[in-house]
């Protein structure tokens, strides 16, 4: 079983519509959880962090976390072209970051 | 201020041989940790030092090794190249080591290895 799983994707959302990425996590441990934007070609950009459970906003993101359930979703409201990336989920474990494969995300204008 | 810095951007080498890469973390940072992203895949992590120390090793072979400077600059040997060495490397510096601090990634080095 892998440690942070989030589906493949692509993920396609038209433009202003939201998008839901979801991630699970086996480290029930975990206390820290982060999703970064990777557009093509470029390094990891830092969108959330959340380490509490429920919802924490930030404009049009909403970073979700249920510990209970291993679970960690990431909202994109009025989604944007601009957003098209690949989304990864970061969970800590142990001074490090274990990450997802990343979910492409296409938002189609 | 200026963010985390690698060194090259790009890098063409050939099996067998040895490639140093380097990265100066955001100033006042004093960890600085290593990953390695394979197309298609997400970052996995190799190397974390704080204060000039080792404090966790990812799972990769001894040919990878890392060191930190005085500065909080690092540099990543990776020794008898691979064709599977090919990469995104990622330098990730974050202030202090726990496990809650967040990790700012440079640009990365894209090495090529034929």
């Known amino acids: 079983q892998k440690e942070v799983e989030q589906n493949s994707g692509p993920l396609s959302v038209p433009e202003g519509a939201i998008a839901s990425l979801n991630c699970t996590y086996s480290d029930r441990g975990s206390q820290s959880f982060f999703w970064y934007r990777q557009y093509s070609g470029k390094s990891p950009e830092l969108i959330m962090s959340?380490?509490?459970?429920g919802d924490k906003e930030d404009g049009r993101f909403t970073a979700q976390l249920n510990k209970a359930s291993q679970y960690v979703s990431l909202l994109i409201r009025d989604s944007q072209p601009s957003d098209s990336a690949t989304y990864l989920c970061?969970?800590?474990?142990?001074?490090?970051?274990?990450f997802g494969a990343g979910t492409i995300l296409r938002v189609k204008s | 201020d200026a963010g985390v810095t690698q060194s090259p951007t790009h890098l063409i080498k050939t099996r067998g041989q040895h490639v140093t890469l380097r990265c100066s973390p955001i100033?006042?940072?004093?960890?600085v940790s290593w990953y390695q992203q394979v197309l298609g895949q997400g970052p996995q992590f190799i190397f974390q030092y704080y204060e000039k120390e080792e404090r966790g090793r990812g799972n990769f072979p001894d040919r990878f090794s890392a060191r930190q400077f005085p500065n909080y600059s690092s540099e990543l040997n990776v020794n008898a190249l691979l064709l599977g060495d090919s990469a995104l490397y990622l330098c990730a510096s974050s202030l202090l080591r726990i496990s809650t601090d967040t990790q700012y990634f440079g640009p990365g080095t894209r090495l090529t290895v034929l």
């Open positions: 959340i380490y509490s459970n």
């Open positions: 100033s006042g940072h004093k960890s």
């Open positions: 970061a969970v800590e474990g142990g001074n490090k970051l274990v």
